[in-house]
């Protein structure tokens, strides 16, 4: 007799779309941002390019900033798996920072050490 219980797999109400802007932010002692745009995507998984970042310094000798994506910056393809989260979804972008989607309002940076 099997007595394990599979919990089921929590609904995605607003999966990835193509077009969608993402945003990390990581760091010790710092807060810092990057962004992604979704341009594919599957059952599963979506491929991004990591687009760079415009930074209006505010202050703090350098090192509090205001941080929006640099459109005309992207990296390399890359093709990740996305998981609900909520009533949204989120991507691994690094072991230590998660990807979620951009609400459009500059992210506050700062950079303490």
Request: include cysteine; glycine fraction near 10%.
């Amino acid at each position: 007799m099997n007595t394990t219980i599979m919990a089921p797999k929590p609904a995605l109400v607003n999966g990835p779309k193509v077009g969608d802007i993402l945003v990390s932010t990581y760091g010790y002692d710092a807060c810092i941002a990057h962004f992604a745009k979704v341009i594919e995507v599957t059952k599963a998984s979506v491929k991004i390019v990591r687009l760079g970042n415009n930074d209006t310094y505010t202050g703090g000798g350098g090192l509090d900033w205001l941080s929006m994506p640099d459109f005309s910056r992207t990296g390399e393809v890359e093709t990740k798996r996305f998981k609900p989260c909520g009533d949204t979804y989120k991507v691994k972008d690094t072991s230590c920072a998660t990807y979620y989607p951009w609400n459009g309002q500059p992210i506050q940076c700062y950079n303490y050490h």
